[in-house]
T-cell receptor
Framework: EAGVTQFPSHSVIEKGQTVTLRCDPI?????LYWYRRVMGKEIKFLLH????????ESGMPNNRFLAERTGGTYSTLKVQPAELEDSGVYFC?????????????FGPGTRLTVT | DAKTTQPNSMESNEEEPVHLPCNHS???????IHWYRQLPSQGPEYVIH???SNVNNRMASLAIAEDRKSSTLILHRATLRDAAVYYC??????????FGKGTSLLVTP
């Protein structure tokens, strides 16, 4: 069974540009999450989808970040315009259920560098 | 969410058991205790979880104190591949994982 995949693995962009990160969850997982770790900080939750619906986007840092999950399959996270402080590693995870019992499966992450 | 306290770092010799402690004294009665780890340059990886009873799986064992204020992740025979940051995460419900600083485990040959 394929795990969670993320694309690209690494992206280098200039301040002010736009970047779109993609996540493909494990097949059949309705729950999809985005997290990120910025330099020197802990991994932080960004948002949670159940199928195509956003359940919680309380962790999204500001309106420069837009996440979508059209059709309830893969998800994209767009940063527009990117700022220097957006540099970090963005992780996607998926799970069968959203309750406290369910484990989350993470992708390898996308390393975003904004120069 | 319950606050957790873990050692910043621990060291173990290869092939020896490792006990990684976590204090979560403010945990509520219904919070599951999850453990994840992050190997270098990889995404976090689920290790084990439990509620009250001790739990075993192919990766590790989880020993939960009777008062649930602490737990210990046990790696029975550490390998070099087990070098990672280990996170103890009480889950009150819901979905977001609240990663703290974790414990960085160094395994030496």
């Amino acid at each position: 069974e394929a795990g969670v995949t993320q694309f690209p693995s690494h992206s280098v962009i200039e301040k002010g540009q736009t970047v779109t990160l993609r996540c493909d969850p494990i097949s059949g997982h309705d729950n999809l999450y985005w997290y990120r770790r910025v330099m020197g900080k802990e991994i932080k939750f960004l948002l949670h989808f159940v199928k195509e619906s956003k359940q919680d986007e309380s962790g999204m840092p500001n309106n420069r970040f837009l996440a979508e999950r059209t059709g309830g399959t893969y998800s994209t996270l767009k940063v527009q315009p990117a700022e220097l402080e957006d540099s970090g590693v963005y992780f996607c995870a998926s799970s069968q259920g959203s309750g406290q019992y369910y484990e989350q499966y993470f992708g390898p992450g996308t390393r975003l560098t904004v120069t | 969410d319950a606050k957790t306290t873990q050692p910043n770092s621990m060291e173990s010799n290869e092939e020896e058991p490792v006990h990684l402690p976590c204090n979560h004294s403010t945990i509520s009665g219904t919070d599951y205790i999850h453990w994840y780890r992050q190997l270098p340059s990889q995404g976090p990886e689920y290790v084990i979880h439990g509620l009250t009873s001790n739990v075993n799986n192919r990766m590790a064992s989880l020993a939960i104190a009777e008062d649930r204020k602490s737990s210990t992740l046990i790696l029975h025979r550490a390998t070099l591949r087990d070098a990672a940051v280990y996170y103890c995460i009480p889950r009150p419900g819901g979905y977001a994982l609240n990663f703290g600083k974790g414990t960085s485990l160094l395994v030496t040959p």
